[in-house]
C-alpha cells in the first residue's frame, strides 16, 4: 500500500516546476547534470565527508530526566572540569563500505564551544520552569555512528558527562572545515523523488510523491558518464477543480542502458542527489547545514 502523507497544497497538486514532455525533461535532466559536473558540492560528497544530521548527538531521551530537554533548549550548560585545549591527531573516518578518510580533530575545547553555543530561541532562562543547569563534570574520547552523503560512518566525537544524565552529551569530533556541506537545490524545485532501490546493476525502483489528485504516466531517465538524473511523470487530471492538500508516496521502475555502478543518481525536479534506501530529503537542508549546528 502506499504512504500517504499530509502535504503543503502547491506540493500536493502537482503544481510544482518538474517537466511535463519528453523535451522538457530532457533540457531540464541536460541543465541537472551539467550543474552537479560543475558544482562545488560534488566531489565532497563521493570523495569527502558530508554529514547528514546534527554535530551534537543527544543521550537517549526515553532515558533522559524531563528537565534536560528544557535545559538544552535553554543552553543551560556549566562546565565543572578542565577540557583538553590541545587537538588529537587526525582521525580516519571508516564507512560501512570500507571506504575510509583522514580527518583532522578538534580540541575538547572547541567541541564544548560547539555542543555549548547559545540556540538562536529560548523558552525561558534557567532556573525556571524546571530548567537547570547541564553541570559538566566530565569529558572522554569516543566515537560513533552518524549518516552521510556516502552511508553510515563511523566519526571520533568528544562525549561530555552531564551530571544527572545517565549517557553522555556526544559531539562529533572532526573539524567542520574538513566537512562538505549539503548540495543545494536548483531553483525552487521540490523534491519529486524521494529515494532509490537497486533492484539489479541497471534497474532502480524510485520512490515519489505526488498529489492524489495526480495521474502517473511513466519515470523517465537521462544518463551521463557520472550522473543518472531521473524524473516521474506526474500530472494532475484536468477535470479535478479542487484538490485537497493530501499527497502519496508511491514506487515505480526504471531501466538504465548500463549498471548504476558509482555513478550519482539526480532528482530532475531540485537537483539534488538522492540517497538509497534513505528517509533524508536534501531539500530539507535548503536553510540548514550541519557545519553550523
Known amino acids: 500500500m502506499p504512504a500517504v502523507v499530509l502535504l503543503a ?30 558544482s562545488t558540492e560534488r566531489e565532497p560528497w563521493i570523495a569527502g565527508f558530508v554529514p547528514l544530521r546534527n554535530l551534537t548527538l543527544e543521550p537517549d531521551r526515553e532515558r533522559t530526566p524531563r528537565w534536560v530537554g528544557r535545559s538544552v533548549i535553554n543552553s543551560a550548560w556549566k562546565l565543572e572540569t578542565a577540557l583538553p585545549a590541545e587537538a588529537p591527531a587526525p582521525a580516519k573516518l ?77 559531539r562529533v569530533a572532526v573539524d567542520p572545515a574538513a566537512m562538505g556541506g549539503p548540495p543545494r537545490p536548483l531553483g525552487d524545485g521540490i523534491q519529486e523523488v524521494h529515494t532509490y532501490e537497486v533492484r539489479a546493476p541497471a534497474e532502480l525502483r524510485l520512490s515519489y510523491l505526488h498529489g492524489i489528485c495526480d495521474t502517473t504516466y511513466g519515470s523517465r531517465v537521462h544518463e551521463t558518464p557520472e550522473a543518472v538524473v531521473v524524473d516521474v511523470d506526474v ?37 539534488v542527489p538522492l540517497l538509497p534506501h534513505g528517509d533524508i530529503r536534501l531539500a530539507e537542508f535548503q536553510n540548514y547545514d550541519p557545519r553550523r549546528s
Request: charged share 25%; aromatic share 6%; with cysteine.
Open 94 to 170: 571508516r564507512w560501512t563500505d570500507g571506504g575510509t578518510l583522514s580527518v583532522p580533530v578538534l580540541a575538547a575545547t572547541a567541541a564544548y564551544a560547539g555542543l555549548s553555543k547559545p540556540k538562536s530561541f529560548a523558552d525561558e532562562k534557567c532556573p525556571a520552569q524546571g530548567c537547570r543547569p547541564l553541570r559538566v563534570i566530565a569529558v572522554a574520547r569516543g566515537e560513533a555512528t552518524m549518516p552521510s552523503s556516502r552511508g553510515e560512518v563511523r566519526v571520533p566525537t568528544w562525549d561530555f558527562t552531564v551530571k544527572g544524565v545517565p549517557e553522555p552529551f556526544r
Open 9 to 38: 497544497l502547491v506540493t500536493a497538486c502537482g503544481s510544482g516546476p518538474a517537466p511535463v514532455t519528453a523535451e522538457e525533461f530532457t533540457d531540464r535532466a541536460r541543465e541537472v547534470a551539467g550543474r552537479w559536473q560543475g
Open 235 to 271: 500530472r494532475r487530471d484536468d477535470d479535478v477543480e479542487v484538490c485537497p492538500a493530501v499527497g502519496k508516496i508511491d514506487r515505480i521502475g526504471v531501466i538504465l542502458r548500463e549498471p548504476l555502478g558509482r555513478r550519482v543518481v539526480l532528482d530532475s525536479s531540485s537537483g
